[in-house]
């Protein structure tokens, strides 16, 4: 069954976020961990206490440098045991050193390790895919690498990081995704998150022919508005309606 999730926002407080997330039918908030802290700056001091009695479920969303794997990891570790989590999301970027072409295999050395610790602990893992403007982890080239010596690693497909239609495609054959980042995009445009309708995506063609089926977490992300959260919200639940896949 479908799983609907809202990306939290910076500046909105945060028990009025739950209220408002409640009042649209979302089920969970992701929350950033980026730099070894919890991106949750509108919660009330202490945080993470705060967070876990407010009870509304919550998934990580892991943005980790290369570096990061080592210096944050227990960290990261930490705060899922804190919240019992039983899954979690990586985000890779490079910008700690230059990307050549032995960057996408420092990368899978890294997500392996890191999944062998978590797998351990009974915690499943999602990797996503980067958008063209990160330089790597974008093509399906560089996917296969992590993807293929990692078979039980989940893929978080980002649709705002697709340059195209055929890149979908390619993606979706490559390894169909068990958790899903949704927002519009313009295919001219290399990165942003638009509320949907906003932009070139084809939802209907997208989730019903290219991921029929789809049965995982999908968090609608980058959108500030209230109006644009409620707009993508309303195509969410056409899309899915009663919590399944059209």
């Known amino acids: 069954m479908v799983q609907k999730g809202l990306a939290l926002r910076f500046k909105e407080k945060y028990t009025a976020e739950i209220d408002f997330a409640r009042s649209l039918g979302f089920d969970f908030f992701q929350i950033w961990f980026y730099n070894g802290l919890l991106s949750a700056n509108t919660a009330d001091e202490p945080k993470e206490r705060n ?3 407010a009870g ?9 440098d290369m570096p990061d794997y080592e210096k944050y990891g227990a960290e990261l ?8 989590h039983k899954e979690v999301i990586i985000h890779p970027i490079c910008k700690s050193e230059p990307i050549t072409d032995e960057t996408i295999f420092t990368l899978e050395s890294k997500i392996r390790n890191l999944h062998r610790k978590l797998k351990k602990n009974g915690i499943k893992l999602y990797v996503e895919n980067n958008s063209i403007i990160d330089g ?8 296969k690498v992590v993807f293929d010596a ?7 497909l980002d649709l705002a990081h697709i340059n195209n239609v055929e890149h979908l495609k390619e993606i979706v054959k490559m390894r169909f995704p068990e958790c899903m980042h949704i927002a519009d995009k313009r295919f001219g445009v290399p990165h942003e998150h638009l509320a949907l309708g906003d932009g070139d995506m084809d939802f209907d063609i997208i989730f019903k022919e290219l991921l029929v089926g789809y049965n995982g977490k999908i968090i609608l992300e980058a959108v500030e508005s209230n109006e644009d959260i409620n707009q993508s919200k309303q195509i969410i639940d056409k899309l899915f309606p009663n919590n399944k896949c059209v």
């Open 51 to 53: 967070i876990k009695n």
């Open 150 to 156: 990692n078979p039980d690693i989940g893929l978080l």
């Open 56 to 64: 509304f479920p919550i998934i990580l969303h892991v943005v980790f």
């Open 77 to 84: 570790f930490r705060l899922l045991e804190y919240f019992d």
């Open 136 to 143: 790597f982890f974008n093509t399906v080239t560089d996917m």
